[in-house]
């Protein structure tokens, strides 16, 4: 059995339905603080299977360990926690409450059952503002607000573990830009609220529910002035999660690993490849730069390639296909 924490939010349910295609049984913690609980309805759909949910909170030990007690793990994807940058910033001690004592309580519990397999949902966040893209894993972290600091927490934590305990087996994935949605578009992202994040965003512009999209700076030393970002189809992502999964199970330690393409996008060309898939003009006006945003991250995939044998496969525009048809999709239901 797999747990799955945050198995019903965005990143998480695509990579429940790769699992259950692999054929591994599933077993899902979420608290559905951001996701809905009729995603289990749209997996059993995609798969025929319909995975095992706990409505629960990381942050109650004692419901943790019942999932332990009452099923076999024997590894654990980690993504549950708050991912909001802005909102970090505005109540920190939420962040550091819920993604570190909810990680903590995992690992305790973890350790308690003997299940000492764990892939952990990062970010190129850590690699901070002062690094030069194309990234790779042994570069000098750093933070530059609570959310970021809480996957650099968690990063350092989980080799921590291991330096206490080599028994352990530890991939830390650090996620690009994630975009699009899955290709039966039954699952996708659907942020609550205005979206802070450019494809969501322009989604919505598409789609009529946003008047236009505010471009965050054009005088960066960039193709065309805007920030360019390292965005990957978030099946291909789902799909480094089942091939890390099966690392963790042969090799023990600890590794950081990008998960990325190795290709930078503009603003103005994901625009662009909008604009195609959509079939509509996405009207746009330039304003200032978004405070603490650096004008090119890309990863450097080769240790995935390498470790993992992955390589992310689908095309700018097939994410923003998949982004559309899944907003036109929900947006009838
Ligand atoms: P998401 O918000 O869609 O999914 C997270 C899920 O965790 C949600 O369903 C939420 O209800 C659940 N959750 C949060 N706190 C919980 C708690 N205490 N107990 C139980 N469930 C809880 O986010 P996502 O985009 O799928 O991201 C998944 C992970 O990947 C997060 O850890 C995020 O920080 C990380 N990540 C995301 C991105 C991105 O751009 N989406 C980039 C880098 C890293
Ligand atoms: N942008 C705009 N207008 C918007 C939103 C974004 O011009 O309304 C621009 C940004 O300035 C940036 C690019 O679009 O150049 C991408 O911005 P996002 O907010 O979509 O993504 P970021 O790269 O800023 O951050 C994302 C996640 C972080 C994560 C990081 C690295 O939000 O949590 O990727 O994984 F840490």
Same mark, same amino acid.
């Given at each position: 059995?797999?747990?799955?924490?945050?198995? $019903?939010?965005?990143?998480?349910?695509?990579?429940?339905?790769?699992?259950?295609?692999?054929?591994?049984?599933?077993?899902?913690?979420?608290?559905?603080?951001?996701?809905?609980?009729?995603?289990?309805?749209?997996?059993?759909?995609?798969?025929?299977?319909?995975?095992?949910?706990?409505?629960?909170?990381?942050?109650?030990?004692?419901?943790?360990?019942?999932?332990?007690?009452?099923?076999?793990?024997?590894?654990?994807?980690?993504?549950?926690?708050?991912?909001?940058?802005?909102?970090?910033? /505005?109540?920190?001690?939420?962040?550091?409450?819920?993604?570190?004592?909810?990680?903590?309580?995992?690992?305790?519990?973890?350790?308690?059952?003997?299940?000492?397999?764990?892939?952990? %949902?990062? %970010?190129?966040?850590?690699?901070?503002?002062?690094?030069?893209?194309?990234?790779?894993?042994?570069?000098?972290?750093?933070?530059?607000?609570?959310?970021? /600091?809480?996957?650099?927490?968690?990063?350092? +934590?989980?080799?921590?573990?291991?330096?206490?305990?080599?028994?352990?087996? +530890?991939?830390?994935?650090?996620?690009?830009?994630?975009?699009?949605?899955?290709?039966?578009?039954?699952?996708?992202?659907?942020?609550?609220?205005?979206?802070? *994040?450019?494809?969501?965003?322009?989604?919505?512009?598409?789609?009529?529910?946003?008047?236009?999209?505010?471009?965050?700076?054009?005088?960066?030393?960039?193709?065309?002035?805007?920030?360019?970002?390292?965005?990957?189809?978030?099946?291909?992502?789902?799909?480094?999660?089942?091939?890390?999964? *099966?690392?963790?199970?042969?090799?023990?330690?600890?590794?950081?690993?990008?998960?990325? $393409?190795?290709?930078?996008?503009?603003?103005?060309?994901?625009?662009?490849?909008?604009?195609?898939?959509?079939?509509?003009?996405?009207?746009?006006?330039?304003?200032?730069?978004?405070?603490?945003?650096?004008? +090119?991250?890309?990863?450097?995939? /080769?240790?995935?390639?390498?470790?993992?044998?992955?390589?992310?496969?689908?095309?700018?525009?097939?994410?923003?296909?998949?982004?559309?048809?899944?907003?036109?999709?929900?947006?009838? %239901?």
């Amino acid at each position: 059995m797999i747990l799955v924490t945050g198995g $019903t939010g965005y990143i998480g349910s695509h990579t429940v339905v790769q699992l259950i295609e692999a054929g591994h049984d599933v077993v899902i913690i979420d608290n559905l603080s951001n996701s809905k609980l009729d995603v289990l309805d749209k997996i059993q759909e995609i798969t025929g299977v319909r995975p095992l949910f706990y409505h629960i909170d990381l942050l109650n030990m004692d419901d943790v360990e019942r999932v332990f007690n009452q099923n076999e793990i024997k590894a654990v994807i980690h993504f549950a926690g708050f991912k909001a940058v802005g909102e970090s910033v /505005q109540i920190p001690m939420a962040y550091y409450q819920n993604n570190i004592t909810g990680t903590l309580n995992l690992c305790m519990i973890m350790d308690k059952y003997k299940c000492k397999n764990i892939v952990f %949902s990062s %970010s190129a966040t850590v690699y901070g503002l002062n690094n030069i893209s194309p990234l790779t894993e042994d570069l000098p972290l750093s933070a530059t607000n609570p959310y970021g /600091q809480t996957k650099l927490m968690i990063e350092n +934590i989980l080799k921590d573990i291991y330096v206490s305990d080599d028994e352990w087996s +530890i991939s830390l994935l650090r996620y690009f830009n994630p975009i699009g949605a899955h290709h039966s578009s039954l699952l996708g992202e659907n942020p609550r609220g205005i979206p802070n *994040n450019l494809v969501p965003y322009i989604a919505q512009v598409a789609e009529g529910s946003l008047e236009k999209l505010k471009v965050f700076g054009d005088d960066y030393d960039t193709i065309d002035g805007t920030g360019v970002r390292d965005y990957i189809h978030v099946e291909d992502l789902a799909r480094g999660h089942i091939l890390a999964l *099966n690392y963790v199970f042969k090799h023990k330690g600890v590794e950081a690993i990008n998960l990325g $393409t190795g290709n930078g996008s503009s603003v103005l060309e994901v625009i662009k490849a909008y604009e195609k898939e959509c079939g509509k003009a996405i009207p746009y006006e330039i304003v200032a730069r978004r405070a603490g945003d650096v004008d +090119i991250c890309f990863a450097n995939p /080769q240790k995935a390639k390498d470790l993992l044998k992955w390589e992310a496969t689908k095309t700018l525009d097939e994410m923003c296909r998949d982004s559309w048809n899944f907003m036109v999709t929900t947006r009838k %239901s």
